[in-house]
């Protein structure tokens, strides 16, 4: 298996994307998947770097990805770094990372040979499970879609009365990184960019107006996302698949970090049934 670590593409927001590619080096043309973090995430994260080895061993080119804006930089893409970079993030830049790395994925010819850009599916977790519906409603080049305990409205999450008020007042919110013990920093501007755009990134009006093949994997435990939103999103959608994982969390299992060597027991469910659903 071939892994190629923090490839560094150009984004379009001014900082730099990194991806890992995973896949077996065997000049045949294998299906594409994207794997897109959530909120406060990375690539690195946890037990990512198991689940993109699963899916090279399944003859996948699989890649993951770090938002340009998730706080990471390209000397330490682990935690964050960059926090001036997180407080300007917002979905709109998401999108167009994921587009950057898409477009990426069909114009590069150093690894053409080993992977069909005609086949390409994405992969969120969390807010990145919103991010990939938005995108897979919306271009062409994505087959199918898959959300991991991901979410199915981005507008319920921002504050509303007094909270937002003295967040419009003092142009910034902070949130306490319970890992890190950072204070991490929301600039109003991410407020303001979703209403301006609220439309484009209505999550329910994407997925019901896309026919794409859409599966939902779910933990009915998860502390964070509650399954609520998965069986929301699976009844919007036409071309759905819902799979509740029984004693699930909200990271299937996985922590940060991760130093067992194999894959927590609802994450290696939740590969599985997304190979399933793949190889369909």
Known sequence: M?????????????RPILIDLFYPENQISKDVVVFCHGYKGYKDWGAWELVAEKFAQNNYFFV?????????????????????????????????????????ICSDQKYS??????????????RGGGIVALKGASDERIKKIISWAGVSDFGSRFPEGDQLEQWKKKGVAYITNSRTNQQMPH??????????NEAKLT???????SNIPYLILHGDED??????????????SENSSLK??????????SSHPWENTELPEHLS????????????
């Open 2 to 14: 071939k892994k190629i670590k923090n490839l560094v593409l150009e984004g379009s927001h001014d």
């Open 64 to 104: 993951k990805m770090n938002f340009s804006h998730n706080g990471g930089t390209v000397d330490q893409p682990i935690d964050f770094p960059d926090l001036e970079a997180f407080g300007l993030n917002n979905f709109l830049i998401e999108l167009d990372d994921l587009d950057t790395v898409i477009s990426w």
């Open 113 to 126: 040979k080993e992977k069909d850009v005609n086949r390409i599916s994405v992969i969120g977790h969390s």
């Open 187 to 196: 600039y109003i501007q991410f407020y303001d960019t979703f209403k301006e």
């Open 203 to 209: 999550i329910r009006t994407a997925v019901s107006n």
């Open 223 to 236: 502390e964070t996302v509650s399954v609520t939103e998965a069986r929301n999103l699976g009844s919007w």
């Open 244 to 253: 509740i994982i029984s004693g699930a969390n909200h990271t299937f299992g």
């Open 269 to 280: 469910e939740v590969v599985h049934k997304t190979l399933e659903f793949l190889k369909a």
